[in-house]
Nanobody
Framework: QVQLVESGGGLVQAGGSLRLSCAAS????????MGWFRQAPGKERECVTA????????YYADSVKGRFTISREHAKNTVSLQMSSLKPEDTAVYYC?????????????????WGRGTQVTVSS
């Protein structure tokens, strides 16, 4: 059974930065794509970014392009999300997810394993 645990969320002012981390346990995810999703109050969960199994391909939502960067470390079985130039509209619960497939995907149905989420709040 795979477990994903997110960390690094918090309160930050607009224009600031945060780094989220996701640690996986249970088995290695080196052949699985990984993704970060977020859900704001009253809104549907959306894919923020995803990375393929080998890091060779990434997806970014238009709203975060140029501001967010996803990365992964196979040796540590972790995936990270560096967020900069944060905006109040980035406020949400951020979830780490592991895909069934090796290719990055923005579709939540491609992901079998989910963390519990970490709150990110950006104040104006």
């Amino acid at each position: 059974q795979v477990q994903l645990v997110e960390s690094g969320g918090g309160l930050v002012q607009a224009g600031g930065s945060l780094r989220l981390s996701c640690a996986a346990s249970g088995r290695t995810l080196s052949t699985n794509a990984m993704g970060w999703f977020r859900q704001a109050p009253g809104k549907e969960r959306e894919c923020v970014t995803a990375i393929s199994w080998n890091g060779g391909s990434t997806y970014y939502a238009d709203s975060v392009k140029g501001r967010f960067t996803i990365s992964r470390e196979h040796a540590k079985n972790t995936v990270s999300l560096q967020m900069s130039s944060l905006k109040p509209e980035d406020t949400a619960v951020y979830y780490c997810a592991a895909s069934t497939y090796p290719s990055d995907s923005p579709n939540s149905y491609d992901y079998d394993y989910w963390g519990r989420g970490t709150q990110v709040t950006v104040s104006s």
